[in-house]
């Protein structure tokens, strides 16, 4: 198993910047595709980006492209996602996934990860 721990979210202005990380422990954090979702009140669960185990190119929804930033550090157990040029609606309780058999077709997908952190809110805001 994978325990997965965000943290870094905040308030932010518009136009604002912040740097959210995933802390992992347990299994071999190399061999999990990582993702980073979102849930704004009242929505869906929805996909910001997602790294496989050993591709540095993540994948991104359009909505955020060019604006985030996703990284992973697997000799620290650690993913983290670059946010800037943050708008409101941003705004969401931002969660960090694991999966270990995620193909690529389904790394948007929320009921590909298994293990999920607790969430990290961040508000942008004036």
């Known amino acids: 198993q994978v325990q997965l721990v965000e943290s870094g979210g905040g308030l932010v202005l518009p136009g604002g910047s912040l740097r959210l990380s995933c802390a992992a422990s347990g299994e071999t954090f190399s061999r999990y595709t990582i993702a980073w979702f979102r849930q704004a009140p009242g929505k869906d669960r929805e996909f910001v980006a997602a790294?496989?185990?050993?591709?540095?190119?993540?994948r991104y929804a359009d909505s955020v492209k060019g604006r985030f930033t996703m990284s992973r550090d697997n000799a620290k157990n650690a993913v983290y996602l670059q946010m800037s040029d943050l708008k409101p609606e941003d705004t969401a309780v931002y969660y960090c996934a694991a999966g270990s058999t995620v193909i690529t077709s389904s790394m948007g997908r929320p009921g590909a990860y298994h293990y999920w952190g607790q969430g990290t809110q961040v508000t942008v805001s004036s």
């Open positions: 790294a496989k185990r050993y591709d540095s190119n993540a």
